[in-house]
């Protein structure tokens, strides 16, 4: 029972490179969605998706696109990297609300 | 938008309770829940409350809402040095997906 994987761990890319974060669940939810967490802020929505075909816009997208064509796989895009990319990246999942949110390990990314 | 409050810190004697607290912004919130954060790791779901309840204890842990005042609280009793953490305080808005967070707070326990 993997729940929520997010791969790599870590990542460093120079500023303009553009790379994908991967995020994989197996427990059939139907809500995915990507956080950022910087140093004292808490954690801060990115991008959201409700279903397969389905995303939307959370409270930081600029900069991030993301795609969810199969339940299970929900990857997050970073165009052309910048400094302040720099963070750790959560992806999450859930059945509903009433479940609570299921996140992965992270990803460790460094913008230089 | 507005913020989800709570303290940064928070220091308890091993064997105490720990009282973590909360204010939150939505008043049409549903359910609002506690994350812990240990190094290095994810968010794990500690506990949640719906909206229409005042009160949930599962284990060493009781969660109190007030909704009038917007306040909501983790209590863990017997508080062990495996419980040493930052707890995030998350609030589902009404009409908006996905998490609203705190900043977290780091529960430091002394020997």
């Known amino acids: 029972n993997a729940g929520v994987t997010q791969t790599p761990k870590f990542q460093v890319l120079k500023t303009g490179q553009s790379m994908t974060l991967q995020c994989a669940q197996d427990?059939?939810?139907?809500?995915m969605s990507w956080y950022r967490q910087d140093p004292g802020m808490g954690l801060r929505l990115i991008h959201y998706s409700v279903g397969a075909g389905i995303t939307d816009q959370g409270e930081v997208p600029n900069g991030y696109n993301v795609s969810r064509s199969t339940t299970e796989d929900f990857p997050l895009r970073l165009l052309s990297a910048a400094p302040s990319q720099t963070s750790v990246y959560f992806c999450?999942?859930?059945?509903?609300?009433?479940?609570?949110?299921?996140f992965g390990s992270g990803t460790r990314l460094t913008v230089v | 938008g507005e913020d989800v409050e709570q303290s940064l810190f928070l220091s308890v004697r091993e064997g105490d309770s720990s009282v973590i607290n909360c204010t939150y912004t939505d008043s049409s919130s549903t359910y609002l829940y506690w994350y812990k954060q240990e190094p290095g790791a994810g968010l794990q779901l500690l506990t949640y409350?719906?909206?229409?309840?005042d009160m949930k204890q599962d284990q060493r842990l009781t969660v109190l809402l007030n909704k009038k005042d917007k306040h909501l609280s983790l209590r863990i009793a017997d508080t062990q040095t495996g419980d040493s953490a930052i707890y995030f305080c998350?609030?589902?808005?009404?009409?908006?997906?996905?998490?609203?967070f705190g900043k977290g707070t780091h529960l430091i326990i002394q020997p």
């Open positions: 409350i719906f909206s229409n309840m």
């Open positions: 998350a609030e589902k808005r009404g009409g908006a997906d996905g998490l609203t």
């Open positions: 999450a999942s859930s059945y509903g609300q009433a479940y609570g949110y299921t």
């Open positions: 427990m059939n939810h139907e809500y």
